[in-house]
């Protein structure tokens, strides 16, 4: 379908259903019980895990296939966010005029950071990218505060010109009157699931993109990446400039990056300019490697998995503790409640960081390795080995 | 190339029964009886508390925390009701708000302003908050704010000292407890007048975003006000740990005060710093070197150690004030955690209460309505002395103290000492002063989401 072969044509389906299902996948639990805790199916966080998931999907297209590892992107996010932001306050808050030109000033971006960056490789380029990252990130803190509005973050204010503004235009980021942040909440018994507009709209993006990321993994362009992470100096030796190659994936990657960037302001009107600081970029890092590097699906599978962390573990504070163990005699409420306290709350990222040395170190390949050990362990079928690294069966060019 | 089997048929069967299944939740749809976001109806109502519990000012928010569990025990009837029995509004009978026991929910801003609206909206999303208080910093303040306005629901701020928060970034959801950089201004200006004599040089290092801009720009004014002179204002950058390179030109400029618009680490790396070179031994233009710190914390005191001995700055409260709010609210404090309360700490204490104590008069959790019960609201026994809520910017009117460095410290957390409590009059402004936006800020109209 779409010129994807089956198994391809099954990976989008499976995205596009996990997309489609979100809201009912990532509520298992009902709303009043304890486990309530651990659903993650609200807007917000669904909105961020798609997003990330396109900011992730963009990354891998650079470091996954070229293996050049920037350690900047975030700042193409942060573009992203401004121009979706500026646009809100000088039109509307029709989202369809940020986005392309959050597309297309990253492209501008990532084209000149990509142009200066990638005239050295390795451990060099990657302190290129995070050089112009921080530059950005302080560029939009302080010095260019009359365009990013600093610390502070940009935001739309009522004496804003916004010149297309209608009298009955809604007040909020919308698609010709669809308003992002509406959803229909569907009560199933004890179960509840929501239905976010913004959510569905970005949902919808990912698919486009996440195909776009499946044509260019397939195709020849994607196979020159792949020789250049493989063996740049036989690419040189064989006649053939592996710059364009690089400069061009550096390029689609930021605008993956504007993308993402600008739906988060898409969802959420405000950009700030933490958004480019270098821990955002290392952050994409850290989902991409967690997810599985190289894999189509890998890194949408890092993005949820972070974001969840994140947003889930870090509330889960003593009180929540106590009520989960206060069947327990006390001292052993207590006990219990000492062993999990540092893992949790305020410890989020110590969780995080155990999981991602286990993962580093018992699944180089991230998460998709488990999942084909997995599926290697319950199925008799001798699998192909590394099924992404080798050439797919292509129709003869003269056909 | 895979065959696939698209038929007519088979296309508009898929077709319809998507339709149907996307068509159905519709019918379901609950929601619309509420008359604003999240109404509790059960037999509780959750507050949000947004603190950074990780990142710099980790240890300020853990602080806030601590505060805000220590106020929804007093709501609820639990403890000794702290500042409570000495609160002069009498609405909360200690048996939670409005009938409805009090629950809390909690989570991290990380001081980033993405991270603390997106744990915003997972609390008003997923938990079901009436309110969200706490924070750190004012850019986070001021994105949170925002967010509360848009979701419809009130914004009680945290540790917020910009002049942006009620200035021009003011919302009809949003409401300040703690002081502002202005105040901090014309609270220290008449005293480094008194010690230091109105023929002074001054030379500003400033950290370069929005607080410290607000903060310069507020404490040159005043200062300048009664006769000093500015000599240089150098901006730096906010990642800066070694300030060695912007106090090595001070020595030369002429100036005869130093004055550290920074907050947090910046400053105390700056105050170390300015130690090391020996400023404070120096003699210029006939007079000793001087430094001055605009905004202090107990948190930054600790950890300037020795170097704030005799430094100058101000804040909004202090756990060794002697009245029957602070003593109230500290033994309460003390007796549950073991060490004094820190200036974060109670003001978002005074806000849980502020809050509970306005739904209460209000009667309802409606934004609105505890908008509106708020405004103008005159009250004292939190610790402050007789405050006002003004109407007009959502900020709270107090006294401002003036506190140095202490010279013998007695315990690790008797690290300033009081010098001088301001009247609320000599730092009370104009709602369109122009720092506050002048009379291009406006609240809006409040918003109850729904």
Partial sequence: MLG???????????????????????????????????????????????????????????????????????????????????????????????????????????????????????????????????????????????????????????????????????????LFGIVMNQSKTLSMGAWEFTFNNGYYFCAVILMVVFYLAIRIFRSPFGMMLRAVKTNQTRMNYTGLSPRPYTLAAFVISGMY???????????????????????????VVLMTILGGAGTLLGPVLGAGFIKYFENIFSKINDGVLHSWFSF???????????????????????????????????????????????????????????????????????? | MSKSTLTRRGVLKTGAVAGATLATPTIFTAGSAAAYTNEPTGSTVKFGFNVPQTGPYAEEGLDELRAQELAIEHINGMGDGGALNTFTSKALGGDGVLGKKVEFVTGDTQTKSDAARASAKSMIEKDGVVMINGGSSSGVAIAVQGLCQEAGIIFMAGLTHSNDTTGKDRKANGFRHFFNAYMSAAALAPVLNKEYGSDRRAYHLTADYTWGWSQQESIAAATEA??????????????????????????????????????????VNSLTNAIQFGLRDKQVNGKNFEIVVPLYSELMAAGAGE????????????????????????????????????????????????????????????????????????????????????????????????????????????????????????????????????????????????
């Fill in chain 1, 4 to 174: 994807l072969n089956k198994k391809d044509t099954s990976l989008l389906l499976i995205v596009a259903g996990l997309a489609l299902f979100a809201p009912f996948l990532l509520n298992p639990f009902p709303a009043d019980s304890g486990l309530a805790q651990f659903n993650a199916g609200y807007p917000d966080l669904m909105q961020r895990f798609v997003i990330f998931g396109i900011f992730a999907i963009g990354f891998n297209i650079l470091f996954g296939l070229t293996g050049y590892l920037s350690f900047g992107h975030a700042a193409f996010l942060g573009v992203g966010s401004y121009c979706v932001v500026w646009m809100y306050k000088l039109v509307d808050y029709n989202v369809i005029w940020g986005l392309p030109l959050a597309i297309v000033v990253s492209a501008l971006f990532s084209l000149l950071i990509g142009f200066v960056s990638l005239r050295r490789s390795g451990i060099y380029f990657s302190i290129l990218t995070l050089a112009f990252a921080q530059m950005s990130f302080n560029l939009a803190y302080s010095v260019l505060t009359p365009i990013t509005n600093g610390e502070t973050g940009l935001q739309v204010y009522s004496n804003d010109p916004q010149v297309l503004l209608g009298a009955t235009e809604p007040n909020a980021p919308h």
């Fill in chain 2, 226 to 267: 009664m006769g000093w002179q500015t000599v240089n204002n150098v901006l730096t950058p906010l990642a800066a740990t070694d300030f060695s390179s912007y106090i090595a030109p001070v020595l030369n400029s002429g100036a005869d005060v130093l004055v550290l618009n920074h907050y947090g680490g910046n400053m």
């Fill in chain 1, 257 to 283: 990056a504007g993308l993402a960037g600008g739906l988060m302001a898409a969802m959420d009107p405000l950009a700030g300019a933490e958004r480019m600081q270098w821990t955002a970029s290392g952050e």
């Fill in chain 1, 328 to 399: 327990l005699p006390d001292g052993m409420e207590n006990l219990l409640v000492g062993i999990v306290h540092p893992f949790v709350g305020k410890g989020w990222h110590l969780t995080l960081g155990l999981l991602f040395m286990a993962v580093v170190i018992f699944l180089p390949g991230g998460l998709m390795e488990g999942g084909e050990r997995l599926k290697k362990r319950f199925s008799k079928t001798p699998e192909v080995k590394d099924p992404e690294h080798r050439p797919e069966d292509k129709p003869h060019v003269a056909e």
């Fill in chain 2, 307 to 450: 170097n704030i001995k005799g430094v100058y700055g101000s804040m909004n409260w202090n756990w060794q004030l002697t009245d029957e709010g602070t003593k109230a609210f500290v033994q309460s404090f003390g007796q549950k955690y073991g060490r004094p309360p820190s200036n974060s700490a109670q003001t978002c204490y005074a806000q849980t209460i502020l809050y509970a104590d306005a739904a209460a008069r209000a009667g309802s959790f409606n934004p609105c309505a505890i908008a509106e019960a708020l405004e103008g609201f005159e009250f004292d026994g939190l610790g402050n002395g007789p405050t006002l809520y003004r109407a007009d910017d959502h900020q709270c009117f107090k006294d401002v103290l003036v506190m140095k460095g202490r010279d013998n410290p007695t315990s690790q957390y008797d690290t300033l000492e009081l010098v001088e409590k301001t009247p609320v009059a000599q730092v009370t402004y104009d709602a369109n002063h122009a720092m506050f936006g002048g009379d291009a800020a406006t609240l809006g109209t409040c918003n109850a989401g729904a």
